[in-house]
């Protein structure tokens, strides 16, 4: 090995490397080979259904363990190739996306551990035979942004509590809305630590959602993100060892920040397929609709709007590919690229699928075409990872943020 | 008042605690396989490290190397006693790491025997421990 490979090459957000375009390709393959024929039928299926032979070819494909290092059996592409490999399958469906994108957000405590016990015990677990998931426990009943924002912690009510008992902690209470919590095998679970008031000792627990005491509540009844669960998920008593404890007691917030800036960057890339798949159906539409003896895209006002939307598309996803590589560059991972980059494409998001509805016009509204579900879906990631309100804040701290070294 | 009175001493200590490292067959071996160079850099007091399987070298690398850790020499003390944990560290921003985040988490945990040796090298220097 020459010299040279002991030091790190300037990194071009603009150039997907050989690596992440393979990863791409074998997404793409995989999305119109498994995922579209299915989306109808996952997105009308009732709320509790759920296509486990679908996520089967993905763990097939390596979308379980996109950012796994390799000495976990994982492909060790970091958050740039969980990005990519989202936007692809958000084209099509986000909801599929976001199975696989949860599980990311379940193994990122793990990751950031720095435990190779807690590593070896965890992460090769999705490079076995079968396909497993994971979630990341955090929103609450009474408790959302409370749980997000250092400031808010104290003002937080009703959080699962954790309870000192030897050398393990008893986790009692409820989350709510937690994606894939009805499949997953284990939990990235914050729970404040008995005695600290509202969420200030929240705490990262890994774990195993089979533990005793652990229950899986009813599935939510969504507008979209219909192909992937979101559902309650009850702690009685649940005994977890000390080890398990990620960052040690009362850091939960800040493992959780962490987790979220490094996410932020695949949700905007979730957002970006979203606004990709609306425009491409009607990008399609505008070349075979004939009015007035020319295809739609030859009226001026539709190419304008043409115009306009491919280039959000093309901004979106230079700004969460920017946030990916700087997510795989930094730590702590940034705050300010990922956000930006997610609160940007999730309103392309919305603005892209509503102007693509607009231009299919009656067809746009059918149901039996694609277009109406990239509408409802476009909603969605405007809620979890942060709304426009929490990601403004996060934006503003980063630009007046003092350097102290 | 910081832990180091001088450079000089906290460079030494650094540069003799990356040396013990060094000595670790397979941490040596690791770094080259994985292609990992060090660039160390602490403030109050300045230490400036350049850690290659090949040696520890004082100053800035030549180019820039593949992790490049930024802190104080008060936080590397305190996170090579275990006082202080390395998710928290990095989690405030204590501690502030560039290059290729999946060759760190490889990195990081080859790093135990510097968490065993360091509190004896700081006793042995009349360091607080």
């Known amino acids: 090995m020459s010299d040279t490979a002991f030091h790190s090459a300037p990194v071009d957000f603009l150039a997907e490397p050989p690596q992440i ?267 075979e609709r004939v009015q007035g003896g020319v295809p739609l895209h030859q009226h001026q006002f539709t190419a304008r709007k043409l115009a306009e939307m491919t280039s959000k598309v093309e901004a979106a996803r230079l700004m969460y590919l920017k946030a990916a590589q700087a997510a795989d560059t930094e730590i702590p991972a940034p705050a300010y690229e990922p956000a930006t980059a997610k609160l940007f494409a999730d309103q392309v998001a919305i603005e892209v699928a509503q102007e693509a509805m607009s231009l299919m016009g009656a067809r746009g509204y059918l149901r039996e075409n694609a277009m109406e579900k990239f509408v409802r879906e476009s909603f969605g990631a405007r809620i979890y990872e942060g709304t426009p309100e929490v990601l403004a804040l996060a934006i503003t701290e980063a630009l007046y943020a003092e350097d102290d070294f | 008042m910081p832990v180091f009175e001088s450079s000089d001493k906290a460079v030494r200590i650094f540069s003799e605690l990356f040396t013990i490292l060094l000595k670790d067959e397979t941490f040596t071996q690791r770094m080259r396989e994985s292609g990992i160079s060090l660039h160390l850099i602490q403030v109050k007091p300045d230490v400036e490290l350049f850690v290659t399987p090949d040696g520890v070298n004082v100053g800035a690398p030549p180019a820039p190397a593949a992790i490049r850790i930024k802190m104080s020499s008060d936080t590397a003390h305190s996170l090579w006693l275990g006082k202080l944990l390395m998710p928290v560290a990095l989690a405030t921003g204590k501690v502030r790491i560039k290059g290729s985040v999946a060759k760190v988490l490889e990195f990081v945990p080859l790093l135990q025997p510097a968490f065993d040796q360091y509190p004896t090298i700081a006793a042995e220097d009349g360091l607080p421990v």
């Open chain 1, 21 to 287: 375009q393979e990863l791409r390709a074998r997404v793409r393959e995989f999305v119109d080979k498994d995922v579209r024929p299915r989306v109808a039928d996952n997105d009308r299926a009732p709320a509790e259904e759920f296509d486990w032979e679908l996520v089967r070819l993905g763990h097939e494909a390596g979308l379980l363990r996109l950012v796994v290092p390799k000495e976990y059996g994982g492909l060790g592409l970091g958050v740039l190739g969980v990005a990519v490999a989202l936007e692809e399958i958000a084209a099509a469906c986000a909801g599929t996306a976001l199975i696989f994108g949860a599980t990311l957000l379940g193994q990122a405590p793990v990751l950031l551990s720095s435990d190779p016990r807690l590593q070896a015990r965890f992460l090769p677990l999705f490079s076995g035979d079968n396909p497993v998931l994971a979630c990341n426990a955090i929103t609450e009943d009474q408790a959302g942004c409370d749980l997000l924002i250092p400031q808010n912690a104290e003002h937080a009510t009703d959080v699962v509590q954790a309870r000192r008992d030897g050398d393990s902690y008893l986790l009692t209470g409820r989350k709510r809305f937690i994606t894939n919590a009805r499949l997953a095998e284990f939990g990235s679970v914050y729970a404040n630590i008995e005695g600290h008031p509202g969420a200030t000792g929240l705490t990262a627990f890994i774990v195993p959602l089979d533990s005793p005491g652990v229950t899986r509540g009813p599935v939510a009844d969504k507008l979209g993100y219909r192909a992937c669960l979101g559902s309650e998920l009850l702690f009685d008593n649940v005994r977890v060892p000390a080890e398990n404890v990620v960052g040690g007691e009362g850091n939960g917030m800040l493992i959780n920040i962490q987790q979220m800036n490094m996410a932020r960057a695949t949700v905007a890339a979730i957002s970006t397929g979203v606004a990709r798949g609306a425009f491409d159906l009607a990008k399609d539409w505008c070349a």
